[in-house]
T-cell receptor
């Protein structure tokens, strides 16, 4: 039973470019949340997808967008990259509608913007 | 002011010793409070999860406590091992969001 997987593991981009990160949830999970974690900081919530819709959103600009597919996998897109977007991007999966359900995190994608 | 604060920011202990990490929060009410362990460059892994009404939860050498009156939680690690070196993150979940603390960086040395 595969856990949460993310791709790619590492990525280097330049300012102004666009990037797409991918996440496959743990088997049986239908909800995907995305987080941004700067070096030495705790994760910051970006948004959550459930039933192919964005259900919740943190304090991130519209440059950050996402998508969830019918198989529950998800993408995070970031446009017009800034140096400050350099971070570890974490995907977490869980079961929708069950607040006590623990989120399972993927290994993350390390993005470096030059 | 951050809604979830953790102390100390970093900690160094000798292998075999015990330690306690603190989490103070202002979020109220909330549905659950979790402690995660995050190895460097990896995703967080859940250690414990407690509802608002629970006082303590154990997972092997890890024991979490929760005092809803003082809005404090602690994570006690017993007989530390080198593999316990990691960042420990307190997460409080109100009913509509998830709020992460900044984490405590623990280093266990031989």
């Amino acid at each position: 039973d595969a856990g949460v997987t993310q791709s790619p593991t590492h990525l280097i981009k330049t300012r102004g470019q666009q990037v797409t990160l991918r996440c496959s949830p743990k088997s049986g999970h239908d909800t995907v949340s995305w987080y941004q974690q700067a070096l030495g900081q705790g994760p910051q919530f970006i948004f959550q997808y459930y039933e192919e819709e964005e259900r919740q959103r943190g304090n991130f600009p519209d440059r950050f967008s996402g998508h969830q597919f019918p198989n529950y996998s998800s993408e995070l897109n970031v446009n017009a990259l800034l140096l400050g977007d350099s971070a570890l991007y974490l995907c977490a999966s869980s079961l929708g509608g069950t607040r006590l359900e623990t989120q399972y995190f993927g290994p993350g994608t390390r993005l470096l913007v030059l | 002011k951050n809604q979830v604060e953790q102390s100390p920011q970093s900690l160094i202990i000798l292998e075999g010793k015990n330690c306690t990490l603190q989490c103070n929060y202002t979020v109220s009410p909330f549905s659950n409070l979790r402690w995660y362990k995050q190895d460097t460059g990896r995703g967080p892994v859940s250690l414990t999860i407690m509802t608002f009404s629970e006082n303590t939860k154990s997972n092997g050498r890890y024991t979490a406590t929760l005092d809803a009156d003082t809005k404090q939680s602690s994570l006690h690690i017993t007989a530390s091992q080198l593999s316990d070196s990691a960042s420990y993150i307190c997460v409080v979940s109100p009913y509509d969001k998830v709020i992460f603390g900044p984490g405590t960086s623990l280093s266990v040395i031989p």
